[in-house]
């Protein structure tokens, strides 16, 4: 499975748009990215997925560049119930497992 | 309408003692999996099932074992408990698909504390 960087904490504002970007360099031909979401004290919720290009739905976007060794989630006028815990993930779809790595840690203030 | 539901939410024992987690998913799922998250809150899976059949058992000790009475439900057994036992456990489920494991469905955790 691919190995993924990802900021290991940020900070933002309410209403503000939050862009977490995630790095992965080794990323195989039929590897997914996906991301997941979770809050504190929860099990994680999975926020979205692409293979290339832009995906969108009523959470967040996801931009995935040409070369596809980086990804960005972005989530648009993020509240105070968006401070979380986010994981890249990136795997074959043929894979039984996924791994989660470290996430990025989400804090907004009021 | 819970998805995923664990019992029991919080669980104190003491050492040495055996003890059980359990899980019940609703969505029709065939897959489900067990995870352990960690004091410093990694992720692991542990156990992956499908159709009762085990696919997944990462090296865990053979004190935890998967039972699956039927595909809504997936239990988690744990004999003689230890203090590194102590942890957040998550079920979760997923079609059997390829590529559905990526969408899996978490339930809320089950906290574990060994004394």
């Known amino acids: 499975l691919a190995k993924t960087t990802q900021p290991i904490s940020m900070d933002s504002y309410e209403g503000q748009e939050v862009n977490i970007t995630c790095s992965h360099n080794?990323?195989?031909?039929?590897?997914?990215i996906t991301w997941y979401q979770q809050f504190p004290s929860q099990g994680p919720r999975f926020i979205i997925q692409?293979?290339?290009t832009k995906v969108t739905n009523e959470v967040a976007s996801l931009f995935i560049p040409a070369d596809r060794k980086s990804s960005t989630l972005s989530l648009p006028r993020v509240s105070l119930s968006d401070t979380a815990v986010y994981y890249c993930?990136?795997?074959?779809?043929?894979?039984?497992?996924?791994?989660f790595g470290k996430g990025t840690r989400l804090h907004i203030l009021p | 309408d819970t998805a995923v539901s664990q019992t029991p939410k919080y669980l104190v024992t003491q050492m040495g003692n055996d003890k059980s987690i359990k899980c019940e998913q609703n969505?029709?799922?065939?897959?489900m999996y067990w995870y352990k998250q960690d004091s410093k809150k990694f992720l692991k899976i542990m156990f992956s099932?499908?159709?009762?059949?085990?696919?997944i058992n990462e090296t865990v000790p053979n004190r935890f074992s998967p039972k699956s009475p039927d595909k809504a439900h997936l239990n988690l057994h744990i004999n003689s408990l230890e203090l590194g036992d102590s942890a957040v456990y998550f079920c979760?489920?997923?079609?059997?698909?390829?590529?559905?494991?990526?969408?899996?469905?978490f339930g809320p955790g089950t906290r574990l504390t060994v004394t």
């Open positions: 969505l029709g799922h065939d897959t």
């Open positions: 099932y499908n159709n009762k059949e085990l696919i």
């Open positions: 692409g293979y290339k």
């Open positions: 979760a489920s997923s079609h059997p698909l390829p590529g559905a494991a990526y969408e899996q469905y």
């Open positions: 993930l990136v795997g074959d779809m043929r894979d039984d497992k996924i791994i």
């Open positions: 080794n990323i195989a031909t039929n590897d997914y």
